[in-house]
C-alpha cells in the first residue's frame, strides 16, 4: 500500500455501524472509523454518543473512510453510499430517527464536492419527483466515537442497527 494512494472519504447515511459494515466489505477500503462531525464544536467539543443522540448537538454519525485510490475509486464509495440507504428520508433511516441520521457527504477536496454533487444529480433524476435530501457539505472536524462503537456490528455479531 502505498500512502499517496490513501485518500479519505466521510459520509451520515443513519445510524454509523450498519454503513461502517457495508464499507469495510468494499475492495480497496483501508480502515473504517465511525464518529461525529458537522455539529457544534463551541458547545460541544469532543461529543459522545449520548449528547449526539440528545438531537441537541448537531452532529451526525459518521463513517470516515480511508481508501486506496488504485483498488477503488471515490465513484465507487458514492455508489456504494447512495445504494446503503434511503437518501430521500429525512433525518430519518428504518427505525432510527433523529438529525444524528441524516443523509451527508462531507467532502474533504473539490474533486469530492463536484463528483457528489454530479452523483446526487443523475441520482435525482432516476428518483423522479422523489426528492434526495442528502447534504453536500465541507467536512469539517470528525470526533472518533467510543471504542465500544468501532467495528460494533463484528463485535456484537448484530446484523441491523
Known amino acids: 500500500m502505498n500512502p499517496k494512494n490513501i485518500d479519505k472519504a466521510t459520509f451520515a447515511a443513519g445510524c454509523f455501524w450498519g454503513v461502517e459494515y457495508n464499507f469495510s466489505k468494499l475492495p480497496g477500503v483501508v480502515s473504517t472509523l465511525v464518529g461525529y462531525t458537522g455539529g457544534d464544536d463551541k458547545n460541544y467539543p469532543n461529543p459522545n454518543y449520548e449528547q449526539v443522540c440528545s438531537g441537541?448537538?448537531?452532529y451526525a454519525e459518521v463513517i470516515e473512510i480511508k481508501f486506496d485510490?488504485?483498488?477503488?475509486?471515490?465513484?465507487?464509495?458514492l455508489e456504494a453510499f447512495w445504494k446503503m440507504h434511503d437518501p430521500t428520508s429525512l433525518n430519518r433511516q428504518g427505525l432510527d430517527?433523529?438529525?444524528?441520521y441524516k443523509s451527508a457527504i462531507?467532502?474533504?477536496?473539490p474533486s469530492q464536492k463536484s463528483l457528489a454533487i454530479k452523483s446526487k444529480k443523475v441520482l435525482q433524476k432516476k428518483l423522479g419527483n422523489e426528492k434526495i435530501v442528502t447534504?453536500?457539505?465541507k467536512a469539517t472536524k470528525?470526533?472518533?466515537a467510543e471504542e465500544y462503537y468501532q467495528k460494533y456490528i463484528e463485535k456484537t455479531g448484530r446484523k441491523v442497527c
Open 135 to 137: 447534504e453536500i457539505v
Open 69 to 77: 485510490t488504485k483498488k477503488i475509486s471515490y465513484e465507487k464509495l
Open 106 to 109: 462531507f467532502y474533504h477536496n
Open 97 to 100: 430517527v433523529g438529525t444524528q
Open 56 to 58: 441537541k448537538t448537531g
Open 142 to 144: 470528525f470526533y472518533h
